[in-house]
């Protein structure tokens, strides 16, 4: 079956950048979009950008560009979220999520928590 | 953007009851809304996408109404698991974003 794994919760100091990564299995990875998005307590979620797995194409929420990069690695059906310049307002779950409009799978979230 | 406005914010309901969640957007979607659920340590779970399009897996007392603007979650009879959670979501255009969530809680 379909499955999206993430990697585990980050405590990052301020300033610092960080790297999440989704694994994926039980479905052609390669020909797929991969969503990511941001919950904070609110609750709140908000749409970071997707990447389609085939060519690395991407397209941004405008909020994010400069601070989300969104990159995959086909070989191991893994996709990535590069979080640069970290500030308390980065703090959150992440989540990646299967999809460019509807999201029919998601992973399990990641949390991030920014502090010195 | 488009505004995403979910209400009510909480709602409580009896198992068996049936509860109705709205979410009205800002500007007219068409039909690009999906709804989710979230429950504590589990991937959130698509129900239903296009409006009304149950997704595989999802339990026919679930199902979604409207267009343009207002659109409708309604779960009939409600099961103790359905006790959780719930996001719309639009996709007509870009950046996708989400209403602020149901949380639905036992009376």
């Known amino acids: 079956q379909v499955k999206l794994l993430q990697s585990g919760a980050e405590l990052v100091k301020p300033g610092a950048s960080v790297k999440l990564s989704c694994k994926t299995s039980g479905f052609t990875f390669s020909t797929s979009y991969m969503s990511w998005l941001k919950q904070v307590p609110g609750p709140s979620i908000e749409w970071i950008g997707w990447?389609?797995?085939?060519?690395?194409?991407?397209n941004y929420n405008q909020k994010f560009k400069g601070k989300a990069t969104l990159t995959v690695d086909k070989s191991s059906s893994t996709a990535y979220l590069d979080l640069s310049s970290l500030t308390s307002e980065d703090a959150a779950v992440y989540f990646c999520a299967r999809g460019w409009g509807v999201m029919d799978a998601w992973g399990q979230g990641a949390s991030v928590t920014v502090s010195s | 953007d488009v505004q995403m406005t979910q209400s009510p914010s909480y709602l409580a309901a009896s198992p068996g009851e049936s509860v109705s969640i709205s979410c009205k957007a800002s500007k007219s979607i068409a039909t690009y809304l999906a709804w989710y659920q979230e429950k504590p340590g589990k991937a959130n779970k698509l129900l239903i996408y296009s409006g009304s399009t149950l997704q595989s897996g999802t339990p026919s007392r679930f199902s979604g109404s409207g267009s343009g603007t207002d659109f409708t979650l309604t779960i009939r009879s409600l099961e103790p698991e359905d006790f959780t959670v719930y996001y719309c979501q639009h996709y007509n255009e870009y950046p996708r974003t989400f209403g602020g969530g149901t949380k639905l809680e036992l009376k």
């Open positions: 990447i389609y797995a085939g060519d690395g194409g991407t």
